[in-house]
C-alpha cells in the first residue's frame, strides 16, 4: 500500500525529483521566495511535470511544524513499500561488495539521525539499521537533515536489536560496537570483511546487552579535550575507517 507524506527543504525536495520524480504529487512553495535557488527549483519541477502551487508561508509553517526548516518549499510524496523490509533481503541481494551496515543503537535525535544517513550514503553503506522502540524513525526532519540519503539507503527498524545482530553473526558479518572505555582501538583493529559498526546515543552510548553481544568492542581514539562525539560524528570516523582498510586490500 502506498502512503503519502511531506518533504520539505531544497535538499530533500531535489533530490526527490532526480530519483523518483514520478513519486511527487505536487510542490508547494513560498509566494514571495523568488530568487535564483528557487526558480532552479521550478525549472526541474516543469522538467519532470510536477506541479507547483504557491501559498502563504504560513501555510507551509504549518505544515511542516515547529521545528521544520522548510525553506520555503513543501513537497507531497507518494511512497510505495521500501524494497527492503529486513536484512535478509539485503544479504540475499546481488551485492557488488562485502556486507556493510550501519546500527544505531538508541539514536533519538532526528538530526542525529538525518546526519548518520547521510554519511551511510557517501560511505556506501548497505542497510541502516536501529531498533523501532526508544529511537526516532524516518520522520519528515529526518528526512531534510539527510538531503536526499533517506531515499537511497535502506533503514532498517527492528523489534529486538539483539536478535539481529545474531542473525548477522550467523551470516557471517563481523560486528563491532564503539564504546568509550573498550580495550582496543579502532585504527588498530582490522576492518576488512563482512562488517557492522554499532554506535550509541551520545550520552548513554551503546546498551549493554548490546555491547555483550558485539564481536568485538572498539574505543575511537581521542587526542584533544572533548571526552565524546556526536554520534554522525562518530559514524563518519567509523565508516571511513572502513572504507580506507577496504582499499587498502588488494
Known sequence: MSDTRILFGFHAVLSRLRQHGTSIQEILI???????????????????????MEVERSRLDGMAGMNGRHQGVIARVV????????????????LTELPFFLILDGVEDPHNLGACLRVADAMGVHAVIAPKDRAV????????????????VPFIAVTNLARTIRELQEAGVFVIGTTMDAPSNLLNTKLEGPIA????????????????????????????????????????ICLYEVRRQRSLVI
Do not use: F, W
Not at 530568487?35 to 516543469?46: G, H, I, N, S, Y
Not at 511512497?79 to 546481488?94: F, G, Q, R
Open 79 to 94: 511512497d510505495t513499500p521500501i524494497p527492503y523490509k529486513d536484512i535478509h533481503d539485503i544479504l540475499e541481494s546481488d
Open 137 to 152: 524513525g524516518l520522520n519528515a526532519t529526518v528526512r531534510k537533515v539527510a538531503s536526499g540519503a533517506a531515499e537511497t
Open 197 to 236: 559498526i554499532v554506535l550509541g546515543s551520545e550520552g548513554e552510548g551503546i546498551r549493554r546487552l548490546t555491547a555483550e553481544t558485539c564481536d568485538a568492542l572498539v574505543t575511537i581514539p581521542m587526542y584533544g579535550s572533548v571526552e565524546s562525539l556526536n554520534v554522525s560524528v562518530a559514524s563518519g
Open 30 to 52: 513560498d509566494r514571495d521566495r523568488i530568487d535564483a535557488r528557487m526558480k532552479d527549483l521550478l525549472k526541474m519541477a516543469e522538467q519532470y511535470n510536477v506541479r507547483t
